[in-house]
C-alpha cells in the first residue's frame, strides 16, 4: 500500500510518501493511523491527534471507520483552516 503524506503531517514524518506492508490486525482507516502513530517519532507527532486527520484513499475522501485493501493509495491530510 502506498501512504502519502500532505503539508504538516508530512513535515512531522519527515516524508512525502511510502510503501508499507500492513499487519493482519490493521483492517480500517482509524487502525492505520493507530499503528503508524506507534511507529513512534514524527509519525506519533503527525498523528497525535488522529481524529482530526482527513483521509483519502484511491483520491477519494473516506471516514475512519472505512475499510482498506490491499493495495492502492492511502492520503493523509491535516484539517482544513480557514481564511
Not at 45 to 61: K, S, T
Amino acid at each position: 500500500m502506498k501512504l502519502v503524506y500532505f503539508a504538516w503531517v508530512r513535515e512531522r514524518i519527515g516524508r512525502e510518501a511510502e510503501e508499507v506492508a500492513l499487519p493482519g490486525e490493521v483492517k480500517t482507516v482509524a487502525d492505520l493511523l493507530e499503528w503508524l502513530k506507534a511507529r513512534g517519532g514524527g509519525y506519533a507527532a503527525a498523528l497525535e491527534h488522529p481524529q482530526v486527520i482527513r483521509v483519502a484513499i484511491d483520491h477519494e475522501h473516506v471516514d475512519h471507520d472505512t475499510k482498506l485493501s490491499d493495495d492502492g493509495e492511502v492520503a493523509l491530510f491535516p484539517p482544513m483552516t480557514g481564511g
